[in-house]
C-alpha cells in the first residue's frame, strides 16, 4: 500500500541525502536560496508555506518511482505530462522535473499504445441533390 511506498522511498531518500554534496551543505547550515532544512528532511520553498521534498538528481531511481506512481498506477489514470507534473510538482522538487516526466512518459507503453488520436476525423458526408431523370 501507501505506506509500504512511502517507506521505500524514504530509504532511497535518505541515501541520496547522504551521499549529496548539495544536501551535506544544506544540512551544515549553508544557506542557499528557496532550500530549506527542517526535522532533517530537505525542501525547496518556492514560496512561503509551499514545501516539496527535494530530490536529488542523483535519486533517479526514486524519481522514476515517483513518476510512476503519479502516473501508471490505476488511481492515477495516465494523466499527460503536464497533468503528472503538476500533481508531482505538488509535493516534490527536483532540477529538470519536467524534462524528466515528458521522458518517462513519451516511454510509457501503456500512453503510446492508447493514446488519442490527433488527425482530423472524417466529416459527415454531404449530402447531394438526387438529379432529376424524368423525361419531358
Known amino acids: 500500500g501507501d505506506l509500504t511506498v512511502w517507506a521505500e522511498w524514504q530509504y532511497k531518500l535518505r541515501d541520496a541525502w547522504n551521499s549529496d554534496s548539495f544536501v551535506t551543505r544544506l544540512k551544515n547550515g549553508e544557506k542557499i536560496p528557496h532550500f530549506i532544512v527542517s526535522n532533517n528532511m530537505v525542501y525547496y520553498q518556492d514560496e512561503p508555506g509551499n514545501n516539496r521534498l527535494y530530490i536529488p538528481s542523483s535519486a533517479g531511481s526514486l524519481q522514476n518511482d515517483i513518476i ?6 490505476p488511481i492515477a489514470g495516465h494523466l499527460s ?19 524528466t516526466i515528458t521522458q518517462f512518459i513519451k516511454s510509457c507503453d501503456t500512453c503510446r499504445r492508447m493514446k488519442r488520436r490527433t488527425f482530423a476525423r472524417p466529416s459527415d458526408p454531404i449530402p ?5 431523370y424524368h423525361s419531358p
Open 128 to 132: 447531394y441533390p438526387i438529379p432529376d
Open 81 to 99: 505530462d503536464k497533468k503528472t507534473l503538476e500533481r508531482i510538482k505538488r509535493y516534490f522538487y527536483w532540477p529538470n522535473m519536467q524534462p
Open 68 to 73: 510512476s506512481e503519479f502516473h501508471d498506477t
